[in-house]
């Protein structure tokens, strides 16, 4: 890896910008969730802007008229940026620093940078950087000027202001070295996934939308203290831990990075890999924020994304979670679900349940046998110990009396 370069942390002052195209739309609660971006990656939200227009300003994402209502606003309230809640050109990037004279970023800068901030693992750096690097490479003639003059702050992590003076060659380069690693981060990637699929009892998929609870949740159920805060892409790099339950058995839960509305394209190609976790489960476990309005949004979100990286017919629960956050309670639907659940992770209310419902899907995936065994077969009693579900043994004058459940891998083997 190539060094970073770190900036001095300095609190941005932020003006919030949206277009709405159609009344009713989702602009509002997009704005509140970028605010949250924007905290996230520390800065201060000072004001949020929401111009209605038919479809975005090809040339300075807004019209004429809020321009000059940013400037004023700009002075008022001491900004010193602008975030624009969706991705802009290079065009729209300079013609709005032209005229705005401060420093402008789009949502797609901001969780790149968040990104950047609480990537750990080597893959997960590279990845980020690689996405950063693709963002930056098409921007060139936007960016150089702001990231130079104001120097530090939010979309200054990770690469950073110094490789932005590159030229294209240079990233194409880097870009390019980048991919190495992570085909080797990949290979490393896809045995550690092979080893796992030998588990008879097979593999889960935690997914959700950013800050669901997905983290809180695979602590709750298997000790695992990974880092859950109420904030946004809190745990960025996946974590895989054996979840016991209550008949003995063990399955992996994999926690996955949790996914969010107008996710950067260069960030689902980059951390593919980690989000086909959920393509190789056996089962996925859905997380959804109960106690957030836009709880059916966040919903759609995860479904859309799901489809984009190819997961389908697999085995779905839906966890309801934050049931301690609701004070009435409602009757909640997902359509696409086996089995919904009402939890709350942080309380573990209606965790035993979840773990019942999948010891019966993972019974109904296994083979009934009812045999006798010679005692000179005891090994063979050992690995239904091991990898199935042993409901009784007798031992007899003839041999051992079993009732289990095996994996069908398990059961060619006895």
Do not use: W
């Amino acid at each position: 890896m190539s060094q970073m370069f770190d900036n001095d942390e300095i609190e941005e002052r932020l003006i919030l910008v949206g277009i709405s195209t159609y009344d009713n739309d989702d602009t509002k609660s997009s704005l509140d969730e970028l605010e949250e971006l924007v905290k996230t990656a520390g800065g201060v939200t000072v004001a949020k802007v929401i111009q209605n227009r038919e479809k975005v300003h090809p040339g300075t994402y807004v019209g004429a008229g809020k321009l000059e209502e940013l400037k004023d606003l700009i002075i008022t309230t001491e900004a010193t940026g602008i975030v624009c809640d969706d991705e802009l050109s290079p065009a729209q990037i300079k013609n709005l620093e032209d005229a705005l004279q401060v420093k402008i970023m789009d949502r797609t800068l901001v969780i790149l940078d968040i990104f950047a901030k609480h990537a750990s693992t080597r893959e997960g750096k590279i990845q980020v950087e690689l996405a950063q690097l693709k963002y930056r490479s098409s921007r060139l003639a936007g960016l150089g000027k702001s990231l130079s003059r104001l120097g530090g702050g939010i979309g200054t992590r990770g690469p950073g202001e110094k490789k932005i003076e590159m030229d294209r060659r240079l990233i194409r380069d880097r870009i390019a070295q980048l991919n190495t690693e992570l085909a080797e981060v990949k290979k490393h990637r896809e045995l550690t996934r092979n080893q796992r699929s030998k588990n008879p009892n097979g593999v889960i998929a935690i997914v959700g939308y950013t800050n669901a609870g997905k983290s809180t949740l695979l602590n709750a159920l298997t000790d695992a203290s990974v880092l859950s805060e109420d904030k946004l892409f809190a745990t960025l790099d996946p974590t895989t831990r054996n979840l016991t339950l209550d008949n003995g058995e063990q399955v992996l839960l994999t926690d996955t990075v949790g996914f969010i509305r107008k996710l950067p394209h260069n960030l689902i190609d980059a951390f593919r890999s980690t989000l086909e976790e959920a393509k190789y489960a056996d089962v996925i476990i859905h997380v959804v924020d109960a106690s957030n309005p836009d709880m059916d949004i966040q919903m759609h979100v995860v479904y859309d994304t799901l489809k984009d990286l190819g997961v389908s017919d697999k085995t779905i629960l839906t966890l309801f979670n934050k049931q301690d956050k609701i004070e009435e309670k409602g009757i909640y639907k997902d359509l696409a679900a086996d089995k919904t659940f009402n939890i709350s992770a942080k309380t573990k209310e209606g965790l035993d349940e979840v773990k019942r419902a999948i010891e019966d899907i993972i019974r109904s995936r296994k083979i009934y046998v009812e045999r006798l065994f010679d005692y000179g077969d005891a090994g063979k009693i050992q690995l239904i110990r091991k990898y199935g579900q042993l409901i009784s043994e007798g031992y007899t004058p003839d041999g051992i009396a079993v009732k289990a459940y095996v994996p069908k891998e398990i059961y060619t083997k006895i």
